[in-house]
């Protein structure tokens, strides 16, 4: 499955907000408990998953519309800075594991940039090439509105997507985000959801109930 297009920055070579993170590169003082899903487990991120998570943000291909590590000390430094928001925010993006093969396949969830954070709450994710189609993401992104919109009690979640992500731009749209709008410097569509176009947000959904979003109205003229 294609990923969202999250890396508001460019190619990790030329962009020129890059900047440095806001938050200091640490690990989550304290982790939050897994969630399940009818198929994935989406736990903290871990030092041991840097090797598995660089296989797939390593692959420029894989990842042509989003942030491609240059190298693995450059993706463990993206995963720490985005898993230190655990401590600061109370929220991080998770590891994604397939249960039924006890294998990392991808990473997502909600976070605010810590590279370039004046663009709120947003969701986020990439998954393996080979995992692709299956539905992984439309899973993940569902359990992090369930996530955000209970647990956290969050009113709005965006995402930034380049109009070429067709995949993501399908996935987004099935969990209820619409259109709010194009944002020129970045290159990307801006997608929000509101909680209040959601319907049940309870812990049940989070362990893979069928409960989910429905679509909300289009905004902003779209």
């Known amino acids: 499955m294609a990923k969202v297009d999250k890396d508001k920055r460019g190619n ?119 995992y692709w189609g299956r539905g992984y993401a439309t899973e993940l992104v569902r359990a992090t509105l369930h996530h955000g919109f209970g647990s956290l009690s969050l009113t709005a979640i965006g995402a930034f997507v380049r109009p070429a992500n067709l995949a993501s731009v399908r996935v987004l749209e099935k969990c209820g985000f619409a259109l709010a709008g194009y944002e020129p410097r970045l290159e990307r569509n801006r997608y929000e959801v509101l909680r209040t176009a959601c319907g049940s947000v309870g812990k049940e959904a989070e362990r893979g109930a069928a409960t989910r979003c429905s679509r909300g109205p289009k905004q902003h003229g779209v």
């Not at 042509?64 to 800075?81: F, G, K, M, N, V």
Request: net charge negative; hydrophobic share 40%.
């Open 12 to 130: 990790a070579e030329t962009s020129a907000n890059r900047g440095q993170p806001v938050q200091a590169e640490s690990a989550p003082h304290k982790h939050a408990r897994p969630i399940e899903t009818s198929r994935l487990t989406l736990r903290a991120f871990r030092d041991e998953d840097v090797d598995s998570l660089f296989a797939i943000q390593g692959d420029r291909e894989a990842m042509r519309y989003t942030h491609a590590a240059a190298s693995r000390q450059d993706c463990a430094h993206w995963l720490r800075t985005f898993g230190a928001l655990e401590s600061t925010l109370g929220f991080a993006p998770w590891t994604v594991i397939l249960r039924a093969e006890a294998r990392v396949i991808g990473w997502g969830g909600l976070s605010v940039d810590p590279f370039d954070p004046g663009w709120g709450i947003e969701v986020s994710y990439f998954f393996h090439p080979a």
